[in-house]
């Protein structure tokens, strides 16, 4: 399966009681799809990884890969603090049916180079899936530079990279390092990225708005029309900008209750937006006339 086009990194809606809502993620995979997306990632960092349970990761990931049927590719976040949970969530995820997984670095231990390219490799041996290394060291603590990840990607299965800093001449060095062996994935910056060579966007952003953002890849792709992928970017850039801080899950969840789809509020310690945010949430819907409709 080829891997290439803008990604969501989904939410995780959830019903009036607190629970996952499993009809509602399956009407939301449905709709991204239906949309144009390239690519689902449930259970990253937007999707609340780390306010789920064991079995609620389950849930997850076994619905969203059910219901994209192969439509589309699937990697599951499967990211954990030590080497041996993201052992066993990879090789539910390989399991279960998904395309690949997605792995941040442990985010407290601070492991050297040397530990991280034993954990990778050790979960590279234990499944024969294609691995996302995800590098945000704003979350994760740890900072995937460019020459680590030409080290990581002799690995077997760690043939792509989420690159989410600010500085997209990390792009142009790991495509310059690895060559062919890894493929590069933008992360914040997505049209920046593509310009430097990526051949997909991770995107929180298309989570309410997957045409929009799978176009600017799409016209960005073997340099279409630039022009007109960078008037649809600057018109954008206010909502990028607004899921692309500390109020990532609140914030995107906040403009899919204004689309007119309701998936509940972040899980604790998260808290939903305070009234001036929510409002401005509203206002990027109305200006940008963002719409959850179950169509093409």
């Known amino acids: 399966m080829k891997f290439r086009g803008t990604y969501t990194v989904m939410i995780t809606p959830y019903d009036s009681e ?3 809502d499993v009809p509602g993620l399956r009407r939301f995979t449905d709709w991204q799809i239906a949309q144009g997306i390239a690519g689902l ?3 990253g960092s937007t999707g609340e990884f780390l306010s789920l349970t064991d079995d609620e990761r389950t849930l997850v990931a076994q619905t969203v890969i059910e219901q994209a049927a192969g439509r589309v590719p699937v990697f599951i976040g499967t990211g954990a603090e030590n080497t041996y949970d993201v052992i066993r969530y990879s090789q ?18 601070t492991p050297t180079d040397d530990e991280l390219f034993v954990h990778y490799r050790r979960i ?16 994760a603590n740890v900072d995937l530079k460019p020459e680590l990840v030409a080290r990581l990607s002799h690995i077997d299965n760690c043939c792509l990279i989420k690159e989410s800093t600010m500085d997209v001449t990390r792009v ?5 390092l690895c060559g062919d062996r890894l493929s590069v994935f933008g992360g914040i910056m997505g049209f920046e990225s593509f310009l430097e060579g990526a051949i997909g966007w991770v995107a929180v ?18 340099y279409k029309d630039i022009g007109k992928a960078r008037e649809m970017y600057f018109r954008h850039v206010p ?3 607004f899921v692309g801080g500390q109020g990532y899950v609140s914030g995107t969840k906040a403009l899919l209750k204004h689309m007119g789809f309701d998936v509940g509020g972040p899980r604790a310690p998260r808290l939903p937006l305070p009234a001036e945010d929510d ?3 509203f206002q990027i819907v109305r200006d940008l006339d963002l719409r959850f409709e179950e169509r093409a």
């Open 18 to 20: 607190g629970r996952v």
């Open 41 to 43: 990632i449930p259970l």
């Open 92 to 109: 539910e995820a390989e399991k279960l049916g998904a395309d690949g997984v997605m792995i941040i670095p442990p985010f407290y231990s």
């Open 124 to 139: 590279s041996d234990a499944i024969g899936l294609p691995i996302m290394l995800y590098n945000n060291p704003a979350t």
């Open 172 to 176: 142009r060095d790991i495509i310059r």
């Open 205 to 222: 952003a298309s989570n309410v708005a997957p045409h929009v953002m799978s176009e600017i890849f799409n016209l960005c792709d073997g």
């Open 239 to 241: 909502l990028i900008q």
């Open 279 to 281: 409002a401005r949430a």
